[in-house]
């Protein structure tokens, strides 16, 4: 969304006071970095984004950014969806992080938790 200020700006900010994760899109440079600023200080997760919709460059590379993205989702659903296949049940593949791996099981909820 265009974000740096007026309505795009209160709509990624009420957003991400949802915690969901806002990429601010904005033409002009230093509006956009001054929004993402602002918002950070809110200790809200936010990123910048250049983006004139008039140019076909930034829109581009939006796009990779986007397919990006939804590669690593995609990539970490087919490994946890892997994961459990291979332990049947949610409860197998739980009970068996639990014991052996602490850290691993911990970190994996907390990448659960960001998704």
Same mark, same amino acid.
Request: net charge negative; glycine share 4%; charged share 25%.
């Given at each position: 969304?265009?974000?740096?200020? !007026? @309505?795009?700006?209160?709509?990624?900010?009420?957003?991400?006071?949802?915690? %969901?994760?806002?990429?601010?899109?904005?033409? =002009?440079?230093?509006?956009?970095k001054n929004a993402e600023a602002t918002l950070?200080?809110?200790?809200?997760?936010?990123?910048?984004?250049k983006l !004139? @919709?008039?140019?076909?460059?930034d829109i581009a590379k939006v796009k990779s950014? %986007?397919?990006?993205?939804?590669?690593?989702? =995609?990539?970490?659903n087919f490994d946890v969806s892997q994961m459990l296949n291979f332990f049947k049940t949610p409860s197998m593949f739980l009970k068996f992080f639990k014991s052996s791996s602490v850290i691993f099981y911990s970190c994996f909820l907390r990448i659960v938790a960001l998704c």
């Open positions: 969304m265009t974000s740096a200020k !007026d @309505i795009g700006f209160e709509t990624a900010k009420q957003l991400a006071q949802h915690n %969901i994760k806002v990429s601010l899109g904005a033409r =002009n440079e230093p509006e956009g950070r200080d809110l200790s809200l997760d936010v990123i910048y984004i !004139d @919709i008039t140019d076909s460059e950014y %986007i397919a990006l993205i939804i590669k690593f989702i =995609n990539k970490f």
